[in-house]
């Protein structure tokens, strides 16, 4: 089992920034897949960022490239979102995800943190 625990989340300004932390514990290995996804209201939970620790590969979803940058903290079982220029509608509940296997397939992320709410405000 692995269990998440993701923090960070909150209120902030369109343009501002945000960091987002997911501490991963249990039984980690080293070809683990972790992510952040995403649902906002009234919309299907999607995949945002993603982070090979194989092979510190990354995936972005489009509307985020530029502007969120996703890594792993050095030493520990543990990731990164860092939300730049945030937009309106990134607002969401953002979902901290891990499992082993291909970091863009849903199927891969078998772990799943409770979430943590942003809220970007024009």
């Known amino acids: 089992q692995v269990q998440l625990v993701e923090s960070g989340g909150g209120m902030v300004q369109a343009g501002g920034s945000l960091r987002l932390a997911c501490a991963a514990s249990?039984?980690?290995?080293?070809?683990?897949?972790m992510a952040w996804f995403r649902q906002g209201p009234g919309k299907e939970r999607g995949l945002v960022a993603a982070l090979s620790w194989k092979d510190d590969s990354t995936w972005y979803l489009d509307s985020v490239k530029g502007r969120f940058t996703l890594s792993r903290a050095s030493g520990e079982n543990a990731v990164f979102l860092q939300m730049n220029r945030v937009e309106p509608e990134d607002t969401a509940v953002y979902y901290c995800?891990?499992?082993?296997?291909?970091?863009?397939?849903?199927?891969?992320?078998?772990?799943w943190g409770e979430g943590t709410q942003v809220t970007v405000s024009s």
């Open positions: 249990g039984r980690v290995f080293g070809s683990f897949a």
């Open positions: 995800a891990a499992g082993s296997g291909q970091i863009t397939l849903r199927s891969t992320y078998r772990y």
